[in-house]
């Protein structure tokens, strides 16, 4: 009965103890691996954070923020315009009809190229009553001639001759008045003199051209009807143009006749082009909320045409401020960031607002501590070492 007993008592007591060690080295084989899972958190707890092999890490410099003179800039589009100064439009000094036409857009004319010929009734009734008036003043001329005969012949009284004379006085007047109407409906000197010996009436008017230049717009027809009023051709002279920008009104303190621009006309890579603002407009537009701003552009090669697109840099008064090498920035998540050195000797994705570039540096306005040192080139390529071991886990 007692051996029974004890042989009852040992059996449970043997599956305790054994259980009892299982249990033990379960917990401890936990507690090793959760050791090590936190060791690991610690290490790469932070996606920000990467650390790299020493042959890496002597491909990469660090250092500090630089202090540079730094003049702000506002990049705006332009165009090339013509010179308003330069402008002349051709028209018509008399109503008719279009007969024939000379001159095409983006032809270029001298001064006195005929551009246009019309049939004008107005010219033919001008030229009939210039030499009716030329007749009436040639007899009343006679007229007063032959009274002074007579009166020293003692056959008329004075009286007569001065109203004869009276009367060449007014038709010479007539006629100078016929004359200058002429020049008025577009007769030349030349052409009056002709139309006074030949006496021959030609109704063909001429449109010319007032100025060297190139057509711009040439707003007529053969056959057309014409006014003294309407713009025929517009002739621009292009040895100088203006280059053109709107620029937002709240830059409008910063815009002051003699400002520094660059810009450059991608119709014609290669060439940058240097110069200062000539007109700063005093208003600002009242749909588009912007001001005109110009500069003029010397153009004696015509190479700089009218409706050409432009990139335009207005700079600004030189200022003292932090630089950071462009190449240092990453841009991540619409974010500006650069990689700084933490005292452990890992590198730190750190966000940062930067400026604008210039000559391969960012301004830099905010994210850095002073003495904080970052990496100033590769940053590409480590934040990709930095993706890689994110994703590995490493």
């Excluded at 001639?145 to 109203?163: D, H, P, Y």
């Amino acid at each position: 009965m007692k051996s029974t007993t004890a042989a009852a008592w040992a059996a449970p007591t043997a599956l305790m103890a054994t259980l009892l060690l299982a249990g033990c080295n379960l917990a401890g084989s936990n507690k090793s691996a959760g050791g090590g899972a936190r060791e690991g958190a610690t290490a790469h707890r932070d996606p920000l954070e990467v650390q790299v092999s020493d042959t890496f890490r002597a491909q990469l410099r660090t250092g500090d923020p630089e202090w540079a003179e730094v003049a702000t800039s506002l990049n705006v589009p332009g165009r090339v315009e013509a010179d308003e100064t330069r402008l002349a439009r051709a028209g018509s000094p008399v109503a008719g009809r279009i007969a024939e036409l000379m001159a095409v857009q983006g032809q270029s004319v001298r001064r006195g190229q005929v551009l246009a010929t019309l049939n004008s009734t107005e010219l033919s009734e001008g030229q009939f009553g210039f030499l009716k008036a030329q007749s009436q003043a040639q007899l009343a001329q006679r007229a007063a001639a032959r009274a002074r005969q007579l009166v020293e012949a003692g056959v008329i009284s004075v009286a007569e001759l001065q109203r004869r004379e009276a009367d060449y006085a007014q038709a010479s007047a007539e006629f100078t008045t016929w004359h200058e109407r002429l020049r008025v409906l577009g007769m030349s000197e030349e052409a009056a003199e002709a139309l006074e010996k030949t006496r021959r009436i030609n109704s063909l008017s001429q449109v010319v051209a007032n100025i060297d230049g190139v057509v711009l717009e040439r707003n007529v027809t053969p056959g057309q009807v014409v006014q003294p009023a309407d713009t025929l051709f517009l002739i621009a002279d292009l040895s100088r143009v203006w280059l053109v920008a709107d620029v937002p009104e709240q830059a409008a303190g910063q815009m002051a006749v003699g400002k520094a621009l660059e810009a450059d006309v991608p119709a014609l890579p290669g060439r940058t082009l240097r110069g200062r603002l000539s007109f700063v407009s005093a208003t600002v537009n009242p749909e588009t909320r912007t001001i005109r701003v110009r500069m003029d552009l010397p153009n004696p090669d015509l190479l700089y045409k009218p409706a050409m697109l432009a990139n335009i840099q207005l700079r600004g008064r030189p200022e003292r401020k932090q630089v950071i090498p462009a190449a240092a920035v990453v841009r991540e998540g619409n974010q500006d960031h650069v990689f700084v050195q933490t005292a452990s000797g890992s590198f730190l994705l750190r966000p940062v607002s930067l400026g604008e570039e210039f000559m391969e540096k960012r301004v830099l306005a905010g994210g850095l501590k002073t003495g904080e040192k970052f990496v100033l080139d590769n940053a590409f390529h480590l934040n990709n070492e930095r993706k890689r071991a994110s994703l590995h886990g490493e």
